[in-house]
Nanobody, 122 residues
């Protein structure tokens, strides 16, 4: 089991940017596919982006061409760069890990971080 710790959330005005980080500890980091999900109050958890061990990225509708997912295996860290933020991006953002292969369903991920709050003001 891998331990995941997110950071980088906060309050930002609409149009601004944030970079979320998720640092992992445990098994060999490059073995993991890592993903970002988000959950707003009263809504289902939503897939945002994922990146495979080889560095291939995949984005959900939530990313909408504004977000970029990357990883630095030397730092055991995955990033989510979020640009042109909108109030509807307000949510708790979670990092998740699974073995090797990207998946867009939250049920496919066994390891989760505690989440980091992102609030976008209008």
């Amino acid at each position: 089991q891998v331990r995941l710790v997110e950071s980088g959330g906060g309050l930002v005005q609409a149009g601004g940017s944030l970079r979320l980080s998720c640092t992992a500890s445990g098994r060999t980091f490059s073995d993991y596919a890592l993903a970002w999900f988000r959950q707003a109050p009263g809504r289902e958890r939503e897939f945002v982006a994922a990146i495979s061990g080889s560095g291939t990225s995949y984005y959900g509708d939530a990313a909408n061409g504004r977000f970029t997912c990357s990883r630095d295996d030397a730092k055991n860290t995955v990033y989510l760069q979020m640009n042109r933020l909108k109030p509807e991006d307000t949510a708790v953002y979670y990092c998740a890990a699974r073995n090797y292969v990207i998946a867009a369903s939250s049920s496919q991920y066994a390891s989760w971080g505690q989440g980091t709050q992102v609030t976008v003001s209008s």
